[in-house]
Each structure stands twice: as C-alpha cells, then as structure tokens.
C-alpha cells in the first residue's frame, strides 16, 4: 500500500563563523516524514438516500372471524445528517488497524405508501403508512487499509410512524407516534481528498410491533425498514493531509463472486368474483452469487462491462387476501444481470454508477379454498445503481489482484399476470427488487496497487 506523504522537508543550512574562507556547506535536506492514514477524530456531514418499508400488517375482525395480512411498504427519498468521533488502533495486529466508532444521524424522509385497499367483512378497507422522520445512534467496527474503512455498525434507532385506516364503514383512523428499536447494517468510507471522505451504507431498521383497537377490531404493524444511502463526511481529526494518489490500474478482465440481502416491493391486484384487493408483496432475503467484467481505463475514468448470476432465498408466505380466501406464497429464486459501469478512481478506490439489462425467475403459489396453482415465470427488465471498489488483502492472505465492492441495485422486472381459482381469479404484479450486496473480484491484469 502506497504510504501518504505526512509531513514537508525541512530545510537548513549552516554557515561557519569562524572562518570567512570556509566553503558554505551545501543545504540539508530532511527526509519525508511518513505516516499511515489515521481516521481518529470527530467528523461532521451528510447523506442521502431511498427507504423501504416491510411493515407486516393484520387486521383481525372479530365478528366475522376474517384476518386480512399484507406488507405495508412505504418507499421515498430521506436526507439528514451525522455526527461521530472515530478512534483508530493497532491493538490487533492480526487485523491490522482497526476502527471503532460512534454515530448519530437524523433524517427527514418522504417515504409513503397508499397502495393497499383490502375487502373484508365490513366492505373496502385503505390503509396508509409514512415515516416522516427517522434518527439512529451506533457504534461502529471496521477493519482499515488506509484511507478507506469497510465497517459495521448497530445501535439504537427511532422514527415517526403514521399508520392511517379508512373503509366503507371504518374511520377514518389514524396512529401517529414516535417508535424506538434497534439498527444494524453496513458500509464502506473512503477518503476523496484532504479531510473528506465518502461513504456507501445499508441500515435495517427494527421499529417494533404495536397493536391497536379499532372498535372490536385489531390492528397489528411490525415496523421494519430497508434503507440505503451515500454520504459526505469532513473530518476535524486524523493525519488529514492525505492527497489522492494517481489512478490505480483498473483495466482488465475480473471475476469475483458476492452475497448479500433483496427485498421485493411488488405491487399486486387479485380479482375474484367482481372483488378486487391491491397491496404489495414483499419477497425478502439473501442472495449470493457471482460476476465477471472487463474494464477499460481512460486516466481516472473506467468503463466497464459487467455480468452476474444470483441464487436467492427471497419469499413472502404471508400475505392473506380477499377476507381472506386468497393466499400467497411469493418467491424470486434467482436473477440476473447484465450492465454498463462508468466509474472514477480516486486514488485505488473506484466509485461508479452501473445500469443494464435484468431477468429472474418469478414464482407464485396462489391457495384458495377450490385450487393450489404455481405459476413460475422467467422475466426480464432493467436496473440500476452505484457502488464503490477497492484493493482488499483479507488480513494479509490475498494478494494485490484482489478487490472488494459494496454495490445497491433497483431492478425492474415488469409485470406478469396470471388466472388462478379455475380462471375465476385474475392476478397482477409488478416485481420490483432492492439489492444491497458486497463482493471480491480478481483482476487478471497489472496489480491493483494500494500502498499506504
């Protein structure tokens, strides 16, 4: 790893005084002092992003013994701020410098969701959920490699949760309160010049279960949150002279394989009888998988080609329709893509933004009281998103070939239909995915180099 110059030569000379005639000795030049990239000291910054709710929701109506259950999936842009101290040690050697810090960030946010409409016993019911602000306090833990940090991060979170119910003989009824749990997640920070860095981060939000009365009915939420967002950060501490390096070697072929987490938020219509309910379905889970790519690199510029394949354990076996006599069991079992990158090395670290082509395979199991019918469709679509990309040696056992990268993808399958209860039912949904996900590449080309 390239070492960052820490310090300016100082220049002397000496002169004798006791003999005019002496020759004036030649300058002295001191050697650069070095020093290793330190991220200890306060910071101050910003951030932005997309959020998305899964807030599991069931509304029990005692009299008629009907439980409808669908996700609430409330999704917009968020931006804010946050403040922390990080302290940088040596006390591992095994891992080489480590990072421990603390953060706490408040966001506004424009997340809403109308698009649930339910039929039950006492005729049409809407429900609406927004959070209109959010805030979280973590700590965080990563491994250093010089001016870039891969970490993770937890703590305590809180948001305003407005949750609304109307109907033909409901309400209008609305909760509106503050909810506190827990956060855990991800990221990536990387310094782009002097005190600023840039970071790449996922936060899951845990904001509790609540139940509420409506007359002799229930209504239970279990509050989740998928958030995605980058940042900018100015540093007050550390070394702070650090100066990007010139562009690492990024061209090349590479393959590399990743894993990670996907949350479906697919929009869904179910028709039986001449009753419609719309609400979403929300396959959520993990997903590994590998890529392969060729770079082109102009200076600091890289454009790129890349392909990946994805096995996924996403599924939604909860979600309980039309009073309910309509049941889900919603998967995504694999998926893929093919895309463009266009990226800029700051120093050995790429940020990039990707998009291209997408597919994946749809799998729907719809029960009613008369049929158990499968439909299992192979859909394609689009995507797009942005990530980061740097040298990465996994404690010192991987060479310089070797790099790691954090990436979010939106992928737009399209919409597929499908008849279901002996073709009495019809059934819409558009599928729609959010992937966060990390991974290794090697690059068969010159090294990577990351010296610091």
Do not use: C
């Not at 007359?215 to 949150?225: I, P």
């Amino acid at each position: 790893m390239k070492r960052i110059l820490a310090g300016v030569a100082l220049v002397g000379t000496a002169v004798s005084a006791q003999a005019a005639d002496l020759a004036t000795k030649a300058p002295y030049l001191k050697a650069p002092v070095v020093a290793p990239y330190d991220w200890t000291g306060f910071y101050l910054g910003v951030n932005a992003g997309v959020g998305m709710s899964r807030t599991f929701t069931s509304h029990n109506y005692p009299a008629g013994g009907t439980l409808d259950s669908t996700y609430l999936q409330s999704e917009g842009a968020f931006g804010g701020g946050q403040i922390g101290y990080n302290w940088q040690t040596n006390a591992f050697p095994v891992f080489g410098p480590v990072l421990f810090g603390i953060e706490a960030d408040i966001q506004g946010s424009g997340a809403s969701n109308g698009d649930a409409t339910l039929n039950s016993n006492t005729g049409l019911v809407g429900y609406n959920q927004k959070l209109d602000w959010f805030g979280t306090v973590r700590g965080r833990v990563g491994l250093v490699r010089g001016p870039l940090v891969s970490y993770f991060t937890g703590g305590f979170a809180a948001g305003d949760v407005k949750t609304s119910v109307v109907g033909t003989n409901i309400g209008p009824y609305s909760f509106n309160r503050t909810q506190t749990g827990w956060t855990i997640g991800s990221g990536v920070e990387a310094a782009l010049g002097g005190n600023w860095t840039g970071k790449i981060e996922y936060l899951y939000l845990n904001l509790g279960n609540k139940n509420d009365f409506i007359a002799d009915q229930a209504l239970r939420t279990e509050t989740r949150e998928h958030l995605f967002r980058v940042g900018v950060n100015y540093r007050f501490g550390g070394n702070g002279l650090y100066a990007p390096v010139p562009a690492a070697n990024w061209a090349g072929f590479y393959l590399g394989g990743n894993f990670g987490g996907a949350t479906g938020r697919d929009r869904t219509t179910a028709t039986v009888g001449g009753a419609t309910d719309s609400f979403t379905l929300s396959p959520d889970g993990f997903i590994g998988g590998g890529q392969i790519g060729y770079n082109w690199q102009a200076a600091n510029w890289v454009f790129g080609l890349e392909t990946d394949f994805q096995g996924s354990t996403q599924r939604d076996n909860r979600t309980a329709v039309l009073g309910p006599t309509v049941f889900y069991d919603a998967k995504l079992p694999w998926f893929g893509t093919v895309r463009g990158r266009v990226g800029y090395s700051v120093g050995s670290t790429l940020f990039y933004g990707t998009g291209g082509y997408a597919y994946g395979s749809v799998k729907t199991n719809i029960v009613t009281a008369n049929s158990n019918e499968t439909f299992s469709k192979t859909k394609s679509g689009w995507t797009v998103g942005a990530g980061m990309e740097a040298p990465f040696t996994l404690l010192g056992l991987l060479g310089p070939n070797w790099t790691a990268k954090t990436e979010y993808l939106y992928v737009d399958l399209g919409s597929t239909t499908d008849l279901f209860d002996g073709g009495n039912g019809v059934n819409t949904t558009k599928v729609t995915e959010h992937v966060f996900r990390t991974g290794i590449n090697y690059h068969f080309n010159s090294p990577v180099i990351a010296k610091y």
